[in-house]
């Protein structure tokens, strides 16, 4: 089950999707065993966005400081 490379919104969906279904399936995200099923879609969020190389939807971008 790996995750497709790629950073277009398709195949990030596609790795959640995948994700989910194996949560479904064992009850586990690799490693990690989420509380509940919002738990574990966040989770999956999270590794697919950073294997696509966009980081998290949710954090915030970092600010340049200025010399």
Same mark, same amino acid.
């Given at each position: ?8 919104? &398709? ?6 999707? %995948?994700?989910? #279904? ?5 009850? $586990?995200?690799?490693?990690? /065993? ?7 879609? &966040? ?6 966005? %950073?294997?696509? #190389? ?5 954090? $915030?971008?970092?600010?340049? /400081?200025?010399?």
């Amino acid at each position: 089950m790996p995750l497709k490379p790629g950073s277009s919104q &398709k195949t990030i969906s596609e790795n959640i999707a %995948e994700l989910i #279904g194996s949560y479904k399936k064992n009850g $586990k995200i690799g490693n990690t /065993k989420p509380r509940n099923l919002a738990h574990a879609k &966040k989770i999956a969020a999270k590794i697919a966005y %950073e294997h696509a #190389g966009r980081g998290s939807p949710t954090a $915030k971008k970092k600010k340049k /400081k200025k010399k």
